[in-house]
T-cell receptor, first 113, second 116 residues
Framework: DTEVTQTPKHLVMGMTNKKSLKCEQH?????MYWYKQKAKKPPELMFV???????INESVPSRFSPECPNSSLLNLHLHALQPEDSALYLC????????????FGSGTRLTVV | AQKVTQAQTEISVVEKEDVTLDCVYE???????LFWYKQPPSGELVFLIR??????QNEISGRYSWNFQKSTSSFNFTITASQVVDSAVYFC?????????????FGTGTRLQVTL
């Protein structure tokens, strides 16, 4: 299995909703990442998990809450989002935190209404 | 600070033309990785190549080739005999190795449109 699987593919949520994005990989990778990509912009790093511990938080607002329950799974919990948070959320993994070779999922397209 | 510059915002070519996508980077690190990714309209980022800072050998993979020149901090990507399926946004990216993890910094991307 050489894939990173993200669910759901599309999500529409209200500003008062709570939802979660899920990311899964079975390649034995020990680093996992969340990126946010606005339309016509490059992906921007949000969080890095290394060996299931949060290594990097790029000053992301607390309405985004990451969680890494095990080495294969990465969640992004969403609460009280704003319309400007609408974007494509991409998950990625790599063999280790210091080794390049990132595999990206196909993303969750989030719309906040 | 790290920076990746892709000066070409959009390129349009006719099928079978060759096209070169430029990438210039800035980093103070001596060890780093450079990448090219393709993002078709469906949204996923497709890995094309990784090159580490100590390997300046150029690479060819089918119709794709890459020219890494450390002296000019450039990592350019050429598609030979372009095809309609090559239409996508192409990102050049640079990895920075921090104390605890690596961070991938993307350029702004070049949108390639290949027409018949």
């Amino acid at each position: 299995d050489t894939e990173v699987t993200q669910t759901p593919k599309h999500l529409v949520m209200g500003m008062t909703n709570k939802k979660s994005l899920k990311c899964e990989q079975h390649m034995g990778h020990r680093a996992m990442y969340w990126y946010k990509q606005k339309a016509k912009k490059p992906p921007e790093l949000m969080f890095v998990y290394s060996y299931e511990k949060l290594s990097i938080n790029e000053s992301v607002p607390s309405r985004f809450s990451p969680e890494c329950p095990n080495s294969s799974l990465l969640n992004l919990h969403l609460h009280a989002l704003q319309p400007e948070d609408s974007a494509l959320y991409l998950c990625a993994s790599s063999p280790g935190p210091w080794v390049g070779g990132y595999t990206f999922g196909s993303g969750t397209r989030l719309t906040v209404v | 600070a790290q920076k990746v510059t892709q000066a070409q915002t959009e390129i349009s070519v006719v099928e079978k033309e060759d096209v070169t996508l430029d990438c210039v980077y800035e980093t103070r690190d001596t060890t780093y990785y450079l990448f090219w990714y393709k993002q078709p309209p469906s949204g996923e980022l497709v890995f094309l190549i990784r090159r580490n800072s100590f390997d300046e050998q150029n690479e060819i993979s089918g119709r794709y080739s890459w020219n890494f020149q450390k002296s000019t901090s450039s990592f350019n990507f050429t598609i030979t005999a372009s095809q309609v399926v090559d239409s996508a946004v192409y990102f050049c990216a640079l990895t920075r190795l921090t104390g605890t993890a690596s961070k991938l910094t993307f350029g702004t991307g070049t949108r390639l449109q290949v027409t018949l």
